[in-house]
């Protein structure tokens, strides 16, 4: 009997392996735009454990874990760096953001972290270790976590204003939002924008092609353009309503 045991646990393991090394090795699970990255990937990332097996921590990998009903509260680990904090308001624009887009409460710690170096703009690698740095609340559980960095500007591209790194982590570039307007209003509305854009993005909304609309896949958010108060978009449109309520159905929300 144990002999048999211990032969249908060396099979599974090596069925595990050999799955990863088909994925990864010779279907290149992860590429964007794979036909197996399009067909598996959304049915994978229903499993927490499947996510972890093979590694899909990719933007809107985490979706089902933020929109989860085992969890009622967003902890949002907000970290700048020294001269780039975020508008005042930007606590009650996130508690807002998220309520809307999750239907959960956040709680936000704002901070602004000696760990950050003082870099005028970072590369991927450095975002990885600061990210890493900079970590320090732990979630309990009843929370998902979202890491949120505010810095200077990107290395390769200087308008970029936002992105998102994981899939639950995102950088606010202060330096191109402030050199896109001067006034503290519309700034307010582009920073507001962005981490909606990013939350969007987190939970897996795919663009669309309407303007009006924060996921609009040609935006002054995404093409770096000047641009005044009106043409802001701050509000998921129905599209992006209807996606997110179906994902919090697949959730079991």
């Known amino acids: 009997m144990l002999y048999k045991i211990k032969n249908i646990f060396n099979i599974t393991v090596f069925t595990i392996v ?3 090394f088909v994925q990864f090795v010779f279907l ?4 964007a735009g794979n036909w197996v990255e399009t ?3 959304p049915y994978l990332i229903q499993s927490d454990f ?3 097996l093979f590694f899909l921590n990719g933007s809107g990998d985490g979706r089902y874990e933020l929109l989860g009903s085992s969890t009622d509260e967003i902890l949002i680990e907000l970290d700048y760096q020294a001269g780039f904090e975020p508008e005042l308001f930007i606590e009650e624009a996130l508690a807002r953001s998220v309520r809307e887009a999750t239907g959960k409460s956040a709680k936000i710690i704002v901070d602004e972290d000696p760990d950050i170096p003082s870099f005028e703009s970072f590369v991927n690698r450095q975002l990885e270790i600061t990210f890493s740095e900079t970590e320090d609340e732990v979630p309990s559980s009843d929370q998902v976590y979202i890491h949120v960095l505010y810095l200077s500007s990107s290395t390769n591209e200087e308008y970029l204003m936002g992105q998102t790194f994981s899939a639950n982590k995102m950088v606010i570039y202060k330096s191109a939002l402030n050199e896109v307007n001067k006034s503290s209003e519309i700034r307010k509305k582009l920073e507001e924008s962005m981490f909606k854009y990013n ?6 909304l795919p663009l669309i092609n309407r303007d009006g609309c924060v996921m609009h896949q040609y935006t002054p958010i995404a093409s770096f353009e000047k641009v005044d108060g009106k043409n802001i ?3 998921y449109c129905v599209e992006s309503l ?6 919090q159905k697949k959730a079991g929300r």
Request: glycine fraction near 8%; charge should be neutral.
């Open 18 to 20: 050999l799955l990863y």
């Open 28 to 31: 290149h699970h992860v590429a």
């Open 39 to 41: 067909h598996t990937r």
């Open 50 to 52: 499947l996510r972890y």
């Open 199 to 204: 939350l969007g993005e987190l939970l897996g």
């Open 233 to 235: 978009a701050t509000e």
């Open 242 to 247: 209807v996606k997110l309520e179906a994902y």
